[in-house]
């Protein structure tokens, strides 16, 4: 009788312990999938969602603020969203530590974004008005 019960309970072990390798394995396959479709759609840039763990869209939306518009966004009220969110969010006044590092996560995926736009903007210009080196003359 107890042989029955130990070996439905390896069996039941076994069953449930596959699935959940199964469904991993399904995560990080299609994990991969979608960090290699964004790599085909920016192949210059780098894997964002990684270095910040947040989309752009997730950072605007926790932060309540409009996506930037061709790289350009007021970062004056992305700060002040930023400041009023991680205060009230203060662990030593009752606030969670998580939603407070979810807030500074967005922050900043949203300067990487802004960032990253106006090197690619600055370099845009550069190329259009060529290279103008700056020339020292001796006096």
């Keep these: 009788m107890a042989h029955r019960i130990i070996t439905q309970v390896v069996i039941t072990g076994s069953r449930v312990l596959g699935r959940a390798f199964a469904e991993a394995y399904r995560q990080a396959s ?9 790599a085909k759609n920016n192949p210059g840039g780098v894997n964002n969602l990684a270095a910040s763990g947040l989309t752009l869209d997730e950072a605007c939306k926790i932060l309540n603020v409009k996506p930037p518009q061709g790289g350009k966004m007021n970062m004056e009220d992305v700060m002040a969203r930023f400041k009023k969110l991680f205060d009230i969010n203060e662990p030593k006044k009752g606030g969670s530590f998580y939603l407070q590092s979810k807030i500074l996560r967005a922050r900043e995926r949203i300067e990487m974004e ?26």
């Design 30 to 38: 299609a994990s991969q999938k979608y960090a290699a479709q964004a």
């Design 114 to 139: 802004v960032g990253q736009a106006e090197r690619a903007a600055e370099r845009e210009s550069e190329l259009n008005e060529g290279w103008k080196p700056k020339v020292y003359k001796e006096r």
